[in-house]
């Protein structure tokens, strides 16, 4: 738990976001499996503040249920009309104090647009206006280029902060400060509260500014600090998709970078894309061209890729998949996996089995050792350990109305392009000839045989193709016969 932990966090997420041109809300598009606004959520949880509170306005029926079903702790302030970050805040203050919370101590306000932001510089920020006494403490960046930021502007002698101003408001003297308001805040509350109460809305944008918050504490005589970020990228807010990309990159590096130092090998990061949700133990190795989404998890020495898509699936110790995408699959150590693979959800494949190339499984488990080396549709069923797939089988699951599942023991060998009529059950140690349509159960140990006796209708092509290519050949052939005799 955080040692300066926060009275609360309010997160302001009620602007609309229009540079987006999107129908969906600013604060829920996604980079690295989680919304905008989860990402700020979950750096804030670091924090362990006793109340965190978003601020929604803009389609707030939708934000207000992603942020229930991410978050359940989460409270909700809503701001019917966008009358500034200063009114945001007051929303969110007033929708704690309303349900009677009596909040004592300090509150962070952040943006829910600035995905890049960690857990780790919140606590900075903490505990710098913690260990200063400070009324408040902005979280500054210095920037490339501050347009449309609002400037810090410090006292000339002091270097303390006076004010900051708009950029809509500022002077051209202001405009070439390179510091810059992250508009990321940490107040005393109760201070906090009561200077809300004064911002006025005599600005170029007729809003309440919660920047003005920093000058009417300073003018009441109190401390008035700022937090240098360290890395400006930190607090790159998104506007639109240009920067949702670049965020999205960003991050994307930063999770690849923590994952190569925890012992994974990524061999190109640069065509590697990981969610921030994606677990790894030491030596797996990610080869280029590969997405690993959600709750992923690689175990150690395992290998996946290239080009492979995973999400929510787990990689067992040394199992291997390559070309593969995978959707809720489950990879047991040392199996394989592809190439060319398509795991569905209900994928379970035991130590050491294999689905190999151009096969297909879907909520079927295959046990340990047991294999389904080529060309073959796998859908409900079970197999137990040590069976071998023949190649190009189909699980024959659906009849139209209804799927049904196939039963096949352990030690069985089922021959290659079989179609396995489902409901079916194989035996322990069965075996089926290729070519077989098996529609009824075959007991253990026995062979099944389903297709069309094989008959061979000798001269047909001498009689029906006189002349041809072919019936020269077999000519040639009954000659050659002949002469061996
Ligand atoms: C704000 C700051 C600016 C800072 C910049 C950093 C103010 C007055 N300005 O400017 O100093 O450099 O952020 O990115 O605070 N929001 C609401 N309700 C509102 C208005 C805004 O919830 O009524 C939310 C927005 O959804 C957004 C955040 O507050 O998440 C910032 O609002 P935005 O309009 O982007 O402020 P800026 O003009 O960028
Ligand atoms: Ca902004």
Redesign the pocket.
């Known amino acids: 738990m955080s040692a300066n932990r926060p009275a609360a966090v309010v997160v ?4 609309e ?1 229009t540079r987006m041109k999107s129908a969906t809300p600013k ?1 829920l598009h996604a980079i690295c499996g989680r919304s905008l606004v989860g990402h700020v959520v979950a750096a804030s949880r670091e924090l362990s503040p006793e109340h965190l509170v978003v ?1 929604v ?1 803009h389609a707030r029926e939708q934000v207000t249920a992603h942020l229930a079903e991410i978050d359940a702790e989460v409270r909700t302030a809503v ?1 019917h009309e ?7 805040v007051r929303m969110g203050l007033e929708e704690l104090s309303g349900s009677g919370v009596a909040l004592d101590g300090t509150v962070i306000v952040v ?3 600035t995905p890049l932001l960690t857990g780790a510089t919140l606590e900075r920020l903490a505990s710098a206006h913690a260990t200063d006494g400070n009324a408040v403490t902005v979280l500054t960046a210095e920037v490339p280029d501050s347009t ?3 400037r810090i502007v410090r006292d000339a002698a002091s270097g303390a902060v006076t004010a ?1 101003v ?1 950029h809509k408001d500022a002077t051209d003297a202001q405009r070439a400060i390179r510091e ?4 990321v805040f940490a107040f005393d509350a109760q201070l906090l509260t009561d200077a809300l109460g004064k911002v006025r809305t005599d600005n170029s944008q007729g ?1 309440e ?3 003005d918050v920093l000058g009417i504490l300073r003018e009441a005589g109190h401390r008035v600090g700022a937090a240098v970020a360290g890395d400006h990228r930190e607090i790159l ?1 998104i ?1 639109n998709r240009v920067q949702l990309a670049e965020a999205r990159r960003l991050l994307n590096e930063r999770l690849l970078e923590r994952a190569m130092l925890s012992g994974v090998t990524v061999v190109d990061p640069g065509t590697t894309w990981i969610d921030a949700t994606v677990t790894f133990e030491p030596d797996a190795l990610v080869h280029p061209g590969t997405q690993l989404l959600g709750a992923t998890h690689l175990a150690a020495h395992s290998e996946v890729g290239p080009n492979s898509r995973l999400t929510d699936t787990t990689v067992g110790e040394g199992a291997v998949v390559s070309f593969t995408v995978a959707d809720r699959a489950e990879v047991g150590a040392g199996a394989g996996v592809g190439p060319y693979a398509y795991l569905r959800p209900g994928s379970r494949l035991g130590a050491k089995s294999k689905a190999g190339t151009y096969v297909e499984m879907k909520n079927a488990s295959l046990g340990e050792g047991s294999k389904v080396p080529h060309l073959s549709y796998v859908g409900d069923a079970t197999i137990g350990d040590h069976t071998n797939i023949g190649a190009a089988s189909v699980f024959v699951n659906y009849d139209g109305v209804n799927k049904h599942h196939t039963t096949i023991g352990s030690h069985c060998r089922t021959g290659a392009d079989n179609m396995l009529v489902a409901p079916v059950t194989i035996g322990d140690g069965a075996y089926t000839a290729a070519g077989s349509v098996i529609t009824k159960d075959v007991p253990p140990g026995s062979l099944a045989v389903a297709r069309g006796q094989q008959r061979n209708i000798e001269g047909w092509v001498a009689r029906k193709r006189p002349g041809s290519a072919a019936a020269r050949a077999a000519e040639s052939a009954h000659q050659d016969n002949q002469g061996d005799q």
Do not use: K, M, R, W
């Open positions: 302001l997420a009620a602007g976001g604060v601020v306005g701001q966008q009358n500034g970050t200063g009114h945001a943006c829910g647009d449309g930021y609002g900051i708009e810059i308001n992250s508009g809003e500014y919660l920047t807010g506007n």
